[in-house]
């Protein structure tokens, strides 16, 4: 009778918690069970381990093994196990040699599925495992595909191989895993994939590729009321509506938003890296440290929106995490769907909740949206071309309720543009480069003064940091009563005025700031 012990790491929400993989070789007829709230995925692995370890050329013992996975408490799900439990397997039967007894098999932790021949496939959330095995001091051992997503979260010290007889070989001998290397030329690996963008490699050794060049600003012509609360938005990280006839350029100036945001620090790019690996794509290394970018159709579910599924799965508001969550045509969204925008816009995460179990997201996007001001799309156009009844209209712009308008910082009006300033000689607008020189410099303002974008200032900080003089307060306590601006209405109109005085440059918020705070919320009503 022996036993071996193999460390590992679950999948719970954006946490991997840790995983003991005990392997029980006692007496018995043969067979092997495992125990440990194992769902079916994970019950299927012994069937993968048993014709990978006999292609492989091991021996299968004899006798009745047990696999506890620990704590039994905690679901385990996908095939991230197959790995851990032939390592267990092989060493509970002495076929690892001196790895046991030299310690060099606790001091890492493997997740990896395998292939009947004894490859191994990629899984999902290698980067969180990465992350978590390096706050516990192991080295984290996972398959090659996995390895720059890895080397992300742990650049010193995660190691990736492409089959169980390399990690047999590094456990027993000390021999170089295939991933320790620079990959080779034309390796299909999943987290090789450059997608033709230049490759680059931090400070530590990790690979990246350099972020991908957003379309460019100067191709947007006029909108000029439109590019400013762009620009406002991107500084102070504020959520943007975007109303107007088709073609005035509502979604052009949406995709070009990620070109004149500031860049991702490191932090925010791991935890967008590790939302992304999550995902049913995966994450691509590729796309390190490039804003993400999310437009969901306008069928989508709320479930697709939020999360969930069994185990519960990051939705859109978490894809996009760190970066812009695009809502073109708005209004035809069901309500119910648009409704779960509200805790997450407030709150920054977002808690799926299940009857078995529940997880939680983050979820700090930048929202930006863009609908028709009527069924038809032309109310208010210079054409008249608009039939649309009041009733008919007020039903269509009733589809976005008003505690969802109420936290939307900035509503701006997006015209059809004259043909004269969509001719190919008119002049072209400023450049996402020289926007977002300004749109960086405001945002270090903000960082220096509070640590944080104006958006996601803490009511204490807004008292704090938003103060007004009397003609400022007069301004406001008017714009209010005329507009039935609700308390939280009022509060974002002062981040969005802090955040103008800061694009500015001015250490105060003047009057001209506050007025044109409140005249980017035009879309205010009575609830």
């Not at 050329?57 to 197959?82: H, M, Q, S, Y």
């Not at 990736?160 to 390399?166: K, N, P, T």
């Not at 299940?354 to 983050?362: S, V």
Request: charged letters at 20%; a positive charge.
């Amino acid at each position: 009778m022996s036993i071996a012990t193999v460390f590992s790491r679950a999948q719970r929400g954006i946490d991997a918690p840790s995983v003991r993989v005990e392997v029980h070789l006692g007496p018995g007829l043969p067979s092997l069970g495992i125990v440990g709230l194992p769902e079916t995925s994970v019950r299927e692995s012994k069937d993968r381990v048993r014709a990978a370890l006999n292609d492989a050329g091991f021996d299968w013992p004899a006798g009745r093994i047990t696999v506890n996975l620990a704590p039994a408490d905690l679901p385990k799900e996908g095939g991230r196990f197959d790995l851990p439990i032939a390592l267990g397997i092989l060493a509970a039967s002495g076929q690892l040699g001196r790895a046991v007894e030299d310690g060099h098999l606790t001091r890492n932790e493997f997740v990896g599925e395998l292939a009947l021949h004894g490859a191994l496939r990629p899984v999902r959330g290698a980067l969180p495992a990465a992350l978590a095995a390096r706050r516990a001091a192991r080295t984290l051992v996972v398959p090659r595909a996995n390895g720059a997503e890895a080397a992300l979260g742990d650049p010193d010290g995660a190691r990736s191989a492409g089959h169980l007889l390399e990690v047999c070989a590094w456990l027993r001998d000390g021999k170089p895993l295939s991933g320790d290397g620079p990959p080779a030329e034309g390796d299909g690996a999943a987290g090789d994939r450059t997608d033709g963008r230049h490759v680059e490699r931090t400070a530590s050794g990790s690979a990246f590729a350099a972020p991908a060049i957003a379309p460019d600003l100067a191709e947007v012509r006029g909108q000029h009321a439109a590019r400013r609360a762009l620009e406002i938005a991107a500084a102070g990280a504020h959520s943007l509506l975007m109303v107007g006839p088709p073609g005035g350029g509502k979604s052009m100036l949406a995709q070009r938003l990620p070109g004149i945001l500031p860049p991702l620090d490191e932090q925010a790019a791991l935890e967008a890296a590790a939302v992304q690996s999550l995902g049913g794509g995966g994450f691509d290394a590729a796309r390190w440290r490039v804003v993400p970018f999310r437009s969901p159709h306008h069928t989508a579910s709320g479930v697709a929106l939020i999360g969930g599924a069994v185990p519960p799965r990051p939705g859109e508001v978490s894809l996009a995490h760190c970066g812009v969550l695009f809502l073109d045509e708005l209004a035809e969204f069901p309500r119910s769907v648009l409704e779960v925008l509200r805790e997450p816009l407030e709150t920054g995460r977002i808690v799926v909740a299940r009857a078995a179990r529940q997880a939680e997201f983050p979820a700090r996007f930048l929202l930006i949206a863009a609908m028709n001001p009527c069924p038809c799309g032309w109310r208010g156009d210079a054409s008249a071309r608009c039939r649309c009844a009041p009733e008919v209209v007020a039903r269509y712009q009733g589809r976005i309720s008003g505690p969802l308008l109420d936290r939307i910082d900035l509503h701006c009006a997006v015209p059809r543009l004259p043909p004269e300033d969509l001719a190919p000689d008119a002049t072209a607008g400023e450049s996402s480069a020289t926007v977002a020189v300004r749109v960086v410099a405001a945002r270090a303002r903000m960082l220096a003064r509070s640590g944080a974008a104006n958006a996601e200032l803490a009511p204490g900080a807004v008292a704090a940091h938003c103060r007004v003089d009397a003609a400022g307060r007069g301004l406001l306590a008017q714009a209010a009563a005329r507009r039935l601006l609700t308390a939280r209405g009022q509060m974002r109109v002062l981040r969005v005025a802090r955040t103008l005085a800061d694009l500015a440059g001015s250490e105060r918020i003047a009057v001209v700031h506050l007025a044109e705070a409140i005249a980017l919320r035009s879309l205010d009503r009575g609830e």
